[in-house]
């Protein structure tokens, strides 16, 4: 019985060892294949700082939309019971499991110049931002939902009751309660948007300068330069493990929402 048990620990962590050799074989390979001074010198052509330019501007508009509209929608969903509340966090979840492309062809139909709204958003800059802000949002406004069920009703109601109104009591209250929280989902919304490609390429295209982020001039590049794609690819892995490291500082304040899967656990 014991040498089938080391037999099995064993092969347990053979297993668990190829599984995290996987995982990191492909982002250290982005580092290894180019010298570090190499990515750094491919950075400084001018279709990575267009890409760079067009994604820090696209990627900050959509999250500050995702704040200004998807805390209010959250804070409603998480403090309100109402008729119809399962549907509408059921859309809200919607964007997690949609195919880009369809998220693409989607806004194409809503916004497109034969749409329902008959715009020319399409091909803009603006079209980069509703794309990065559609299938963005959901990854705030679930953790923003949990953040907002957990603050103490009690409080909530003391609020009130020494004279606070309703809105003096979300900003003064509400929202300190749920400030990590409303942070994790925050970097979760950022990190999704900076690898946003089909629905951007669907809706807006890949143009240079424009509509280009990082994730589609990586895609354009790799064909033409690929040591100019894996440049860009190693500065997005950078900007991942700067949020996610944040993202587990954010976490470690706030002990009762250790992860993002009790996040979303909390809020359906």
């Not at 020319?120 to 679930?142: G, R």
């Not at 589609?216 to 700067?242: R, W």
Request: aromatic fraction near 8%.
């Amino acid at each position: 019985m014991k040498r089938r048990d080391l037999v099995v620990g064993a092969l347990a962590v053979a297993a668990a060892a190829v599984a995290l050799a996987f995982l990191v074989l492909p982002v250290a390979a982005i580092f290894l294949r180019v010298p570090p001074g190499q990515l750094l010198h491919q950075l400084s052509s001018g279709v990575v700082t267009d890409a760079l330019i067009v994604t820090a501007k696209t990627s900050l508009i959509a999250q500050a939309l995702v704040l200004l509209f998807g805390t209010p929608l959250a804070y409603l969903l998480a403090s309100r019971r109402f008729r119809g509340r399962a549907l509408a966090i059921t859309l809200v979840e919607l964007p997690l499991v949609l195919p880009p492309a369809v998220a693409g062809l989607g806004l194409l139909a809503a916004f497109g110049r034969v749409g329902l709204l008959s715009t020319s958003i399409p091909f803009t800059q603006t079209a980069v931002v509703l794309a990065v802000a559609f299938v963005s949002s959901p990854l705030y406004i679930l953790p923003a939902m949990a953040a907002f069920e957990a603050v103490d009703p009690d409080v909530v109601a003391a609020s009130r009751t020494l004279g606070a109104g309703p809105a003096k009591t979300f900003f003064r209250v509400v929202l300190p309660l749920a400030r990590g929280g409303l942070a994790g989902g925050e970097a979760l919304a950022f990190a999704r948007g900076l690898g946003e490609f089909g629905a951007t390429i669907m809706f807006a295209g890949s143009l240079q300068g424009v509509t280009q982020t990082l994730s589609l001039a990586i895609y354009e590049q790799f064909s033409v330069d690929f040591d100019t794609a894996l440049a860009m690819g190693a500065l997005l892995v950078v900007v991942s493990v700067v949020l996610l490291v944040f993202l587990k500082l954010v976490l470690s304040w706030q002990p009762s929402r250790r992860t993002s899967g009790s996040l979303f656990a909390r809020s359906t």
